[in-house]
Structures are given as C-alpha cells and as structure tokens.
C-alpha cells in the first residue's frame, strides 16, 4: 500500500471513529499513531516515536511533548495533539513553541487528528514561527499537499530538502491568502496601486469609490475567465462541442457581499464528504453557500442536493434530502451528530451518483 492510500485509509475510517473520539488519548490512538506509521516510523519503537518525551524548559520541569519522532537518538519532529475535533486555528501554540526551543528539532506539528499545521524556524533559528509553512487537512488534501507531506516520510526525510521548499510554501500560502483578501475587499492601497496603472486624472474619493468596485468587479471576472478556460480545454479534451459559455463561478457582487462561508460550515463539509468517500468520488461533493442556508450537492447541481446547514442561528440543524428531493430537517448541537446522519447522506449521494435525475 503506497503512502496516499495509507492516508485515505484512515481519512476512509473517521466516520465511524468520530462519535468515539471524545478525548485526547482517543483522538492520539485511532488518528495520530495511524498518521505517523504512515509517515514510515515504528510507532511500537521507542527509538523511532518517543511518547511523551520530557523536554524541561527553564524552571517549568517535567514538561512533556506528545511525540517525538527521532533519528539517532535525536528528536526530528515534535507533535503536541489536541482531541478530535479542536479548532487548531483559535490555538496558539505556546506549548509546542517551548518545546521547540530546547529540543534540536527543525519541525513542530500542532494536530487534532484531521488538520496537521507543520512550523519550523525560517524567521529567526530556534525560535518556531508563529504561523505554519504547511497546513495538511486529512479530509481534504490536494496531491500537491501529499507530495510535500511525503517529504517527512522516513525514507524521505531530509531536512535541507524540506527547509528549501518551506519557506516558498509559506510565503505562497501567505501571498494566496492576501490575493484572496483583495479579490473580495480590495484595499486603499491595492485600488490606487491598479488606478495608477490605467487613470492619469485627479485621484478624489469619487474615483476611489469607483474604481474599487472596478477593481473587484474587474478581479473576479478575471478568475471567472481563467477557470472558463480551463473548463473548456477540459472539455474540448473529453470530446464535448461547446456552444454556450460557462456559467461564472462567481456569484454576483450584492449576493457575494452578504454570503460568507463559516469555518463551522467548512468543517460540516468535511465531515460529510468524508462519509460519502465510501460511495461516491470526494470531489462529486460540492458546497455552495447561500444567505439562509449552506448547501452540500453532488456534482455542483442544484438538482442533485445531498444536505444544508442551517447554522446561523442559535439553533443549528441539518437538513438531508432523500431521492424524491424531501428534506427532512434534525437539530444538531455539535459537529459529530452528522455521522448519525450517515445512512440518509450515503443513500441520497448514490442516488445521484448512479445518475438518477
């Protein structure tokens, strides 16, 4: 078994595991120990995984890392975990930055079993970073997030390798985050660096004005244009005549301002494309967000939906249609009572994927 079907093996298991990881040693055991033997360690091999390593860090004694992952005795990746189900991003990683400092490692991971934020030293040597220059989400990975976890296997760990690439992964993810930034709310600054370009009048605050909705609007359709032309070489290469233009994926501006995307509906997503691997390909589940409701569909089709979140109310629930498009709607109070749903989601999402209308 090659390292990626090692990693979808156990993303493949999280659905029936989730309800039962209510704890760190839970979450550490049926997700964290899996990850690291995939990474090509013996985690029953105290000299290649040390448990609970102590790594004293002044006059606090005793104070424990995870995981150590070792190499001739010396620690090459430190692990600090958190139980299943942790937002990773509201935590800041004291911790792990203290073990950092007084161990010889060049890489700290921060994980809750799903998402594994990778840190190293590229701003100031031993000293961890405060943000990660890899983020690898096991319900949701690309090849090209593979390819870079790869790099921390045993059989290809290199650590000059690894720094080499890191600090382009960090600046790139930094670099993406800020055009993302400027694609939905573009800045002062940003606006009069375009305007520059293509306006040699007076800049007022009437010109600005405009010229940031040029500049959104303009930005957009310029995405809008790129993956247009990616769908039509993609189907041009399948054979397919196309005679009428894609449909923007953008939506309209007014819609786009008031519809946003929660991380709680991001992790929902997750959580049931994650059941659904086992009966219809990951990326056949699609989400689209509205102002009332964030829908899951199959194929991106509004006539195939397979569930929506109702989450922006106090009370939260689920709505999962069945194959003659009813919905019926089920309170939620956490995240984990999606996988009791898992029969209803699996049944309507190989209904559509069998290619029922």
Known sequence: MDFLDQLRLIASRVPNQAGHLQTEE???????????????????????????????VGVKKG???????????KPIIIMECKKYGTDLKKITATQLFRYFTVTETRFGVLTNGIHYFFYT????????????????????????????????????????????????????????????EQLHSPSEEFVRLLAGKVYSGRMT???????????KRAFQQLVNDKISDRLKVALADNGSNITEPVEPVVPPQEEEEK????????????????????????????????????AVLYDDNNRKPICRFYFNSKSKAVGVFDTQKIETRTPISDLTDLYQMADGLKAVATFHGNGKP
């Open 26 to 56: 839970a979450t550490k055991n049926a997700l964290v120990l899996p990850f690291i033997k995939a990474l090509g360690f013996d985690v029953f091999d105290p000299t290649e995984v040390q448990p609970e390593l102590t790594a004293d």
């Open 259 to 294: 519809i946003i995307t929660t991380p709680e509906e991001w992790e929902a997503f997750y959580i049931v494309r994650a059941i659904l691997r086992e009966v219809v390909e990951p990326k056949k589940v699609a989400i689209r967000d509205a102002q009332s409701y964030c």
């Open 121 to 180: 030293d590229l701003d100031q040597p031993n000293m961890m970073d405060a943000k990660p220059f890899l983020e690898f989400n096991l319900l949701d990975f690309k090849d090209q997030d593979a390819e870079e976890l790869k790099k921390f296997t045993k059989s290809t760990f290199d650590i000059s390798n690894i720094l080499s690439t890191a600090t382009d992964l960090k600046y790139t993810k930094e670099i993406q985050r800020v055009l993302n």
């Open 63 to 73: 104070e424990k890392v995870d995981y150590a992952i070792l190499r001739d005795g």
């Open 205 to 215: 605050q009437v010109v600005k004005d405009q010229f940031a909705t040029l500049t």
